[in-house]
């Protein structure tokens, strides 16, 4: 499965990430490399949590981001 994640810049430092098709599913690291790390980790957690609960697993929708220079 692939899901689009979304990293932005923490204000102490560091990156956090949010898994827009998995609403709740977050991580952090001090770089770019590990934010990613970390993410696909809570992925997989959260991921096993919801199948553990008995839950549907979602599918991520397609999403098309861009830059709009103003």
């Not at 199948?51 to 709009?68: A, F, N, R, W, Y």
Request: proline share 6%; glycine share 8%; hydrophobic share 35%.
């Amino acid at each position: 499965m692939e899901y689009m994640i979304v990293i932005h810049k923490a204000e102490e430092g560091g990156y956090w990430s949010e898994v827009p098709g998995l609403p709740g599913c977050y991580s952090q690291g001090e770089t770019i490399e590990e934010t990613v790390t970390n993410t696909k980790d809570a992925i997989e957690s959260h991921l096993a949590a919801l199948k553990t609960e008995g839950q549907p697993i979602p599918q991520d929708d397609v999403m098309v981001l861009s830059h709009v220079k103003v």
